[in-house]
């Protein structure tokens, strides 16, 4: 049940984002924040259960932004009248365009905790785009999800879901900004289109795989690095010898594996591919599971005898630790070492992470936790099987075994 709070004292200059940061770690819906302003400095913001909004009481007297705020329990019907008579305050200074969108606004606040999402469409994008990257591109606005590298009709490009459709409709105003070098066509999407890139994505062939037919040259171009000696990118065989579709690289610059893991989730072809580090030894014990005659002399990781015993895990928040999410997954008798956070290209957290189980069974009863609520958020969780190792310095405290 929707518990609604009004909060008293808020600077001139906060914003939602501002709002959202002082509820660190509490959750709330999407479109579910509406600042009045006025005289009281005021706002209102929707949690999903009153237990979250009990936690969120007890943040009155704190600071946002400089200036204290106080927290009050309100209902529906009180903001509902705020907000109209904000609006109505405002109504001389309005077009009568925008007037009609601040009303159309306003008949939508029953529906605080269901906000519906806006869509647009990108083209001229390269095809090793990132979701981050996309993130970068519309800044100041809240990206809920991308699909990179779709069909769109008779071309290919990407979608990106808004948390609101004004936001929705401000992207628009970044047609042909650039992203780098690259000049980006910003255009109109709907839901529709979004549902079909989704189902693409469902109908991918083996989802979350590279394309069997993907020559040596295709992936080091797609990891940004042609000149990689054809010997550093080796295909993971079967017994009959046939190509599969795991593939390992092997990066000697520290630069070039920070750019090789910020591809997991991108789109090949029709199928998204999962990204994440793993050790020499680790390769050589899959090639011989898969193939006898590959198998290669020296120590071996007892860590992993399965593709497929890996979670990758998205949509924490940046600060995760790894004993927290050794807590979600608390029944599978986990060791700090069993959990590799990954980090962006400046050492930063990305809220995401790579988890290894003992058994392909644990790996798959682990992800029937897709989507449930975790530090604020619903958790994604994918099993992985494609690969790549580094052989330089990772710098990954999870690299080393801790229980």
Known sequence: MTTILRLEGLDVNAGTKDIRGFFEALHIPDGGVYIVGGSLGEAFI????ESEAQLALQRSGNLLKGSMVTLHLSSMEEMEKKLERSLKEKKTLLTADAGTALSDEVSNLEHASDSRPGYVRLFGLPASTTKDDICEFFKGLHVQEAIVNVELGISRGSLVKFASKQEATNALGFNQQLLGS???????????????????????????????????TDIKELFG????????????????RSLTDTAFLTFKR??????????????????????????????WEMMAKNH??????????????????HIFIRNMPANVKRSQIRSLFCKFNLCLGDIVLLQDGEGGGRGEAVVTFESEEQAALAQT????????????LTRI???FFFTGDLSHPGHRKQC
């Open 225 to 240: 690095c042609p000149g990689m000696p054809h010997k550093d990118v080796l295909h993971l065989l079967d017994e009959t």
């Open 46 to 49: 929707a949690f999903g259960t």
């Open 292 to 309: 006898p005659r590959n198998q290669r002399t020296g120590p071996t990781d007892p860590r992993l005898h399965a593709a497929r015993r």
């Open 182 to 216: 690259t000049s980006v066509e910003v255009r109109g999407a709907d839901e529709k289109m979004w549902e079909g890139a989704l189902q693409e994505c469902r109908n991918a062939i083996d989802d979350w795989n590279l394309p069997r037919n993907i020559t040596k």
């Open 254 to 283: 520290p630069e070039d594996f920070d750019y090789a893991i910020n591809l997991s989730g991108c789109h090949v072809g029709s199928g998204n591919i999962e990204v994440t580090p793993i050790t020499k030894n680790v390769m």
């Open 369 to 380: 936790m897709h989507g449930e609520e975790f530090l604020g958020t619903k958790v994604l």
């Open 385 to 387: 099987n494609i690969y």
